[in-house]
C-alpha cells in the first residue's frame, strides 16, 4: 500500500466504508435496494443517491452528479456499468471519499480487457478503500449499514464474529444460517483490487466488538499482509478461523524431487494458517461452529472435554468421534465420580462421555445437580448433547427443563459449557439465542463441535507462544511473481543442479554428517572401496541423476573389490564418476529433508518418512522458514512415524541429532540466496548421530556451476566445497 503515511490515510478511509455516517449510492434497482436494506438493518446516517436522470430513489432526492453531494461521502455503493465505475471512483477519490463498493463485473476476472479496466480502477481510487469490483457488498451489524443489493438474513447485534470471503453467494448464504451465530460485519471482496484480506483483517481487529474472524479464501496473493496481520490477531487475543477452497496445485511442473510433490500450494497455505495461529477447517458448517464457539469461549488452554448424555448409543459416539477429532476425553477426578455415584445410584455406571440414563429425566433439580457435577471435572470445557423434538409435531417440555437444569449449573460453576446437538436442525433458534446469552455454546452437529473444540485449542497452543512467533520469509513485491505462471520457484532462469558429491560438501560445512566417502573415475572405485572399508554402497555421479535408484545408479551392501568394479561396469552408461561411501547400517528410521522456494511462501521446510517409497506413503509435515529447533522437533513429533523415532519396540532414534541435522539444512537453505530446491533423502536417524545419504541441490543459473568443474577432475579425491559457490555462506558447524 506504499509508504506508512498512504498505508495510514487508507485504514483511515477503509474505517469510514465499513462504519459510514453517509452514503452515496449510484445506479438504479440496485441503489434502491441499498437504500432499502440500510433502513430495515437501522443505518441512523444520512442517504445520498446520485442519478443524472431520476429526481428521486426510495423518496430520497437525487444528486445530479458527485460535486453536487452534501459532503464527501464515508462510503459509497456502486452499481453502474464497468466504465462509468472507473469514472464514478474517479469523481469520488477528487472529492475526498472514504472508499467505495464497486458492484460491476466485467474487471480482472474477464481477461486482458478487463484486467487493463482494473487496473485504471485501482488508479482512479487513488487514497480511498475500494471493495470488489465483482462483489455484492458489505453489511455491517452492528453499526447497521448494508452496502448490500440483495437479501440478507442478518439482524443487529452488540458484538460478534467478523466474516471476510471472497465469494458473494457464500457471504449471503451465511447470513441466513440458522445456527445463532451472532454475525457482526460480512464482507465480500471480489476481485479485491484495492482492499484486501490482511487491510480487512487489520480493521476487524481495530473493532473491539469483533469477537472473532472467519475467512472464506479461494485463492492467497499477499502472504506477507496476511502473516503480518494474523501475528496481530495471535497477539490480540482474536482467534481466526480459515476456510480455503481451491485445493489443487498452483500449476503442472516436472518435479526432480520429491520435496516438490509433498509440499504443493495448498500444504503451504496449511504451514502459514498453523505458522500464524489460525484454525484451518474444510467445510461451511464446521466453519459456522468454529466461529460460534470461539465467539462464546474463546481460545482453549487445551481440548480435555467431560460430556454427557440419556444415551449409552450417544456417549458411545462422542468417544468414537473425540479420537478422530482430536479431543481428549480424560477419566472423571475422583471427587467428581464419588458425587455423581451418590446422585445417580448404583444402576449408572460412572464415566467420561457420561449416560446419566433416564432416570433423572425431567427432574430439574436432580439434574442440575448432576450437571453441577459434571462442571466441577475441570475440564477445558464440558458438553451436554440434546436434540430437540420436532417443534411442529411434538412437545419439547422435558428438553427445555435439561437445557435449564444446565444452564444452572452453569451459572453456579462458571465452567465453560455447550448444549450439543448430534444433528444440526434439532437445536432450535430461540433455544440457541437463549444459550448465547448465557454463555453457553448452541453447538449443532457432534462433529463440528468436536472439531470447533480442537480448533479452540490449536489456537490456544499458538497463542501460548506469539511472543516468540515471527512472520515467514516471504519474497519481496520484486520477486514474489517471479515463475508463478508454472508454480515453479522465484528462479527468472534456468535452474543447474550439484551432483550428490557436491551437493554433500555443501551441506557439511553447515554441520549435517554424511557417510565417509571418496569421488573417483570408473578405474579407481575397487582401491576407494578398499580406503573406505567394506561394506561400500557405489553412487553413479552426475548433475543430471536426481533419482539414481531408478536408473540403476545406486548399488548398496558390496563386500569386495569384485563387486564393487562389476557394479562400476553395470553403471558404465550413467557417467564418469563414481562415489565410493561406506556403508552406515543400523538406521532406526529413514527421513525425508526437503526445502523448496516457493514464488509466495518463500522457503518451505518437508520433514517426513523417507526413502524410496516417500511419495507413496506421503507422511510429513511443512513449516514456513525459518523455523526454530522447537518448531522442528514438534513436526517430527506430528509424523505417523513419530513412534519409530521415540522408540516404539525397542531403543529410538537420537533425535537431538536428527533436529539439529534438519536445523543444519534449513540454515544452508536460508543463507544461499540463489536455492531453488533441495532435498535429503533418506536422512538416516541412528541410534547415535543422524546421516544424510544422498542430497540434491538446485540453485539458479547465477552461480558458477560446480558440477560441471567436477567433472574435469579424474582423481581419486575432488576437493570441492560449499565456500566454492556463492551464496553457501560459512555456516554452523
Given at each position: 500500500m506504499g509508504d506508512a503515511k498512504s498505508r495510514h490515510g487508507h485504514r483511515h478511509n477503509l474505517r469510514r466504508l465499513l462504519a459510514p455516517r453517509h452514503i452515496a449510492v449510484y445506479g438504479g434497482e440496485a441503489a434502491a435496494e441499498v437504500i432499502r436494506q440500510c433502513r430495515r438493518v437501522g443505518f441512523a446516517g444520512q442517504i445520498w443517491p446520485v442519478h443524472p436522470r431520476r429526481t428521486s430513489i426510495e423518496d430520497l432526492d437525487c444528486y445530479r452528479t458527485t460535486a453536487t453531494l452534501p459532503a464527501a461521502p464515508d462510503a459509497a455503493f456502486i452499481a453502474v456499468g464497468r466504465e462509468a465505475t472507473v469514472a464514478v471512483v474517479a469523481e469520488l477519490a477528487a472529492r475526498g471519499g472514504g472508499g467505495a463498493v464497486c458492484h460491476a463485473s466485467g474487471f480482472a476476472e474477464h481477461g486482458p480487457d478487463g484486467a487493463a479496466l482494473q487496473r485504471s480502477l485501482v488508479s482512479a481510487a487513488g487514497g480511498m478503500a475500494l471493495i470488489g469490483p465483482n462483489c455484492l457488498g458489505t453489511l455491517n451489524y452492528l453499526d447497521g449499514a448494508a452496502l448490500w443489493p440483495d437479501q440478507h438474513g442478518g439482524h443487529p447485534v452488540d458484538r460478534g464474529v467478523a466474516v471476510i470471503t471472497q465469494s458473494g453467494n457464500i457471504g449471503q448464504n451465511l447470513t441466513m444460517q440458522r445456527r445463532s451465530l451472532p454475525l457482526a460485519q460480512l464482507v465480500t471482496m471480489g476481485n479485491a483490487a484495492v482492499t484486501g484480506v490482511a487491510e480487512l483483517v487489520e480493521a476487524m481487529l481495530d473493532d473491539p466488538r469483533i469477537t472473532a474472524i472467519g475467512l472464506h479464501l479461494e485463492g492467497l496473493d499477499d502472504v506477507a499482509?496476511?502473516?503480518r496481520a494474523g501475528l496481530r490477531a495471535l497477539r490480540e487475543g482474536v482467534p481466526v478461523v480459515v476456510l480455503k477452497s481451491g485445493t489443487s496445485e498452483l500449476g503442472a511442473r516436472a518435479n526432480l524431487s520429491h520435496t516438490s510433490s509433498l509440499a504443493g500450494s495448498d500444504v503451504l497455505c496449511d504451514a502459514l494458517f498453523r505458522r500464524l495461529g489460525m484454525a484451518r477447517v474444510h467445510q461451511v458448517g464446521t466453519f459456522v461452529e468454529t466461529l460460534k464457539f470461539l465467539h462464546v469461549h474463546g481460545a482453549l488452554a487445551g481440548a480435555r472435554i467431560a460430556s454427557a448424555s440419556c444415551s449409552g448409543g450417544e456417549a458411545s459416539l462422542v468417544a468414537d468421534l473425540a479420537e478422530v477429532c482430536g479431543v481428549e476425553l480424560p477419566p472423571l477426578p475422583d471427587a467428581t465420580e464419588e458425587r455423581l455415584r451418590a446422585l445417580l445410584g448404583e444402576r449408572v455406571p460412572v464415566a467420561n462421555p457420561l449416560?446419566?440414563?433416564?432416570?433423572?429425566?425431567?427432574?430439574?433439580?436432580?439434574?442440575?445437580d448432576c450437571f453441577t457435577a459434571l462442571l466441577g471435572a475441570g475440564c477445558d470445557t464440558h458438553l451436554l448433547l440434546v436434540d430437540f423434538p420436532r417443534e411442529d409435531r411434538c412437545a419439547g417440555g422435558a428438553w427445555s427443563t435439561t437445557v435449564d437444569a444446565f444452564v444452572a449449573a452453569r451459572r453456579a460453576t462458571g465452567a465453560p459449557g455447550c448444549v450439543v446437538s448430534s444433528l444440526p436442525e434439532s437445536l432450535p433458534e430461540a433455544t440457541g439465542a437463549r444459550l448465547l446469552a448465557e454463555g453457553v455454546a448452541p453447538m449443532q452437529g457432534l462433529a463440528d463441535c468436536l472439531t470447533a473444540v480442537a480448533a479452540a485449542a490449536r489456537i490456544g497452543a499458538a497463542r501460548r507462544t506469539a511472543a516468540d512467533?515471527?512472520?515467514?520469509?516471504?519474497?519481496?513485491?520484486?520477486?514474489?511473481?517471479?515463475g508463478a505462471e508454472t508454480g515453479g520457484a522465484a528462479t527468472g532462469g534456468a535452474v543447474c543442479?550439484?551432483?550428490?558429491?557436491?551437493?554433500?560438501?555443501a551441506l557439511a560445512r553447515y554441520g549435517l554428517s554424511t557417510p565417509e566417502g571418496v569421488l573417483t573415475a570408473a578405474h579407481g572405485v575397487a582401491e576407494a572401496a578398499a580406503e573406505v572399508g567394506f561394506p561400500v554402497v557405489l553412487k553413479a555421479v552426475g548433475p543430471d541423476l536426481a533419482h539414481k535408484s531408478e536408473v540403476g545408479g545406486v548399488r548398496v551392501g558390496l563386500t569386495d573389490e569384485r563387486q564393487v568394479r562389476e557394479a562400476a561396469a553395470g553403471m558404465a552408461g550413467l557417467g564418469e564418476r563414481f562415489l565410493?561411501?561406506?556403508?552406515?547400517?543400523?538406521?532406526?528410521?529413514?527421513?525425508?529433508?526437503?526445502?523448496h522456494r516457493d514464488p509466495r511462501f518463500g522457503l518451505a521446510l518437508t520433514i517426513g518418512a523417507g526413502g524410496v517409497l516417500v511419495e507413496l506413503v506421503r507422511d510429513s509435515v511443512t513449516l514456513l522458514l525459518p523455523a526454530g529447533r522447537a518448531d522442528i522437533a514438534a513436526a517430527l513429533r506430528e509424523l505417523r512415524a513419530w513412534p519409530l523415532l521415540s522408540g516404539f519396540r525397542g531403543p529410538g532414534a537420537d533425535v537431538a541429532a536428527v533436529v539439529q541435522a534438519i536445523e543444519a539444512i534449513a540454515h544452508y537453505a536460508r543463507d544461499c540466496e540463489d536455492l531453488t530446491e533441495l532435498e535429503v533423502n533418506p536422512l538416516l536417524a541412528l541410534r547415535d548421530g543422524a546421516v544424510a545419504v544422498d542430497a540434491l541441490i538446485r540453485y539458479r543459473d547465477t552461480a558458477p556451476d560446480l558440477a560441471e568443474s567436477a567433472k574435469s577432475h579424474d582423481a581419486v579425491e575432488v576437493e570441492v566445497t560449499a565456500g566454492d559457490r556463492p551464496g553457501a555462506g560459512q555456516g554452523p558447524r
Open positions: 499482509g496476511l502473516s449416560d446419566y440414563h433416564t432416570y433423572i429425566w425431567g427432574d430439574r433439580a436432580a439434574q442440575t512467533a515471527v512472520p515467514p520469509d516471504v519474497p519481496s513485491a520484486s520477486t514474489e511473481t517471479c543442479q550439484l551432483d550428490e558429491w557436491t551437493a554433500k560438501r565410493v561411501e561406506r556403508m552406515v547400517e543400523g538406521a532406526v528410521a529413514e527421513l525425508i529433508v526437503g526445502v
